[in-house]
């Protein structure tokens, strides 16, 4: 009885070591890739996408940000976002590049890589979820 048990053990702990580098996998590439949607929606002026990429509890902050970018014309430039870790359940994003919002004859570089991007499985998808 306990050299059954501790096979199928044995063969459920294999099973789930083989699986966890498919999830971390899988965060590695869709997690930057929501946190370059989010930016890309924010830099558009599109709200529905801005939402659609947020997780429930960001949605609030994210229409927030719409509105602040809602008076100037936008663009992100040179982005590139990385995983960098994991906390509270939360994947961390970091990115490079700036937004260069242009207030009329006037320029505003914000370096997107001041922030940690949180980033959360919600739904079926990876969405932007604050920062860290």
């Given at each position: 009885?306990h050299?059954?048990?501790?096979r199928?053990?044995?063969?459920?702990?294999?099973?789930?070591?083989l699986?966890?580098p498919?999830?971390n996998?899988e965060?590695?590439?869709?997690?930057p890739?929501?946190?370059?949607d989010?930016?890309n929606?924010?830099?558009?002026?599109?709200?529905?996408a801005?939402?659609?990429?947020?997780?429930?509890?960001?949605?609030?902050?994210?229409?927030?940000?719409?509105?602040s970018?809602a008076?100037?014309?936008?663009?992100?430039?040179?982005?590139?976002?990385?995983?960098?870790g994991?906390?509270?359940?939360?994947?961390?994003?970091?990115?490079t590049?700036?937004i260069?919002?242009n207030?009329?004859?006037?320029?505003?570089e914000?370096?997107?890589?001041?922030q940690?991007?949180?980033?959360?499985?919600?739904?079926?998808?990876?969405?932007?979820?604050?920062y860290?």
């Open positions: 009885m050299k059954k048990f501790f199928v053990f044995i063969l459920l702990f294999l099973t789930a070591m699986l966890l498919g999830c996998n965060a590695s590439q869709e997690a890739q929501a946190v370059m989010y930016l929606a924010l830099v558009a002026m599109d709200e529905i801005l939402i659609n990429k947020s997780c429930a509890e960001w949605e609030e902050e994210a229409r927030l940000e719409h509105k970018f008076a100037v014309k936008s663009t992100l430039e040179n982005p590139d976002c990385q995983v960098t994991e906390q509270d359940g939360y994947v961390l994003v970091n990115c590049g700036k260069i919002a207030y009329g004859a006037e320029d505003l914000i370096d997107i890589s001041r940690t991007y949180r980033v959360l499985a919600e739904g079926g998808e990876w969405r932007m979820c604050g860290h």
